[in-house]
């Protein structure tokens, strides 16, 4: 007997995965966040971030009902439904896609890992790929644990991050947010960073088997940005207090966090940060591992076992490693972050705003017309 999916299930659950998805690498660390929306300034980051929060909202919510509505849930069958035979350009997209932020993934590990213990980078990115490979190894039960609990642990941190910064350095932080700046380049930031992260509503679409109506794709959808926006606007206004020359450091959580002279504080977030950088590259991987298991599936093979799902994280966790050693975090986010932020734009939400949501009106015509 199949049991109820729970409330938490039907509409939690897929946010709080697509949090998962985009907080991490630059965003945890606040890289990205200083790359695309401190040059706006206050006014303009916090613009910028809301914007980038509505398209996450809308664009979650109709990929969510698509899939609900087609039963697709990997990202080939839901590219299949949307532009037949045009699928194959964006897993080509999503494959190069991954590998960039497995390698900003780990790169971002590697310099946490260095920056709290002394250790060499390469030992944080090893560390985390290993656990993304345990994690993904045994299915969506195991991610979806990983969602759940993470997330608790995760607001928990940002939380005591923003208290311990106002009560730190509060007024600086208030003194920045009342002075008047230029707010140009919000829009074009906010629209970069929103559309280049918002692949993460097709990575986490393992996650909404547990949709029972089309209201819960819709309300769960919704909820999505807000959910994986407000630690960005909370650690955004703490960033303000030592803008603009935070821009330039590969770890601004690091510096803000010894700044406030709180080694408890400064131990547990880069443990957050770390278990951010998990989330993120579990759902990525995850992914790719469900879009084989569907295939697999279609040809009568049974299930994908374990031993399947943890080589194939290997294979892309081993080429991100020297991918990431390579170029490093900065110059990750900077270059690689905006060329695919134009790619998805195309193959992945114009495509749904006009073709899927055709489907989508066509579908319900069909069910209300008259017999």
Known sequence: MTSVPSRFQRFLLPGLAFKGFVIGGGYATGRELAEYFLPSGAQGGLLGLSLAMVVWSVVCALTFVFAFATGSYDYRSFFARLVGPGWVVFELAYVVFMVLILAVFGAAAGAVVAALTGWP?????????????????????????????GSVFLYAMYALFLVFAFTTFGDRIVQSLAIPQPVDGWAAGGLTYACYNIVGAVAILPMLRHFTRR??????????????????????????????????????????????QQPLLHVGFQAMIFLALLESGVGAVHAVNERIAGAWRQRGRGELSRGARLAVAGVLLVGSIFV????????????????????????????????????????????????
């Open 121 to 149: 980078p390469l030992a944080g990115t090893l560390a985390l790929m290993l656990a993304i490979g345990a994690v993904v190894a045994f299915g969506n039960r195991s991610v979806e644990r990983l969602f759940g609990w």
């Open 324 to 371: 990431a050693e390579r170029f490093g975090l900065v110059a990750l986010i900077a270059h690689g972050y905006r060329a695919l932020a134009w790619l998805f734009l195309f193959v992945y939400v114009l495509p749904l705003l006009t073709f899927g949501s055709w489907q989508l009106w066509r579908r319900r015509a069909a069910r209300v017309a008259p017999a």
């Open 215 to 260: 209201r819960d794709a819709v309300a769960a959808g919704l909820l999505a940005g807000p959910l994986a926006i407000a630690p960005a606007i909370a650690f955004f206004a703490c960033m303000l207090a030592w803008a603009p020359g935070i821009a330039s450091e590969a770890l601004p959580s690091d510096y803000m966090l010894r700044r406030m």
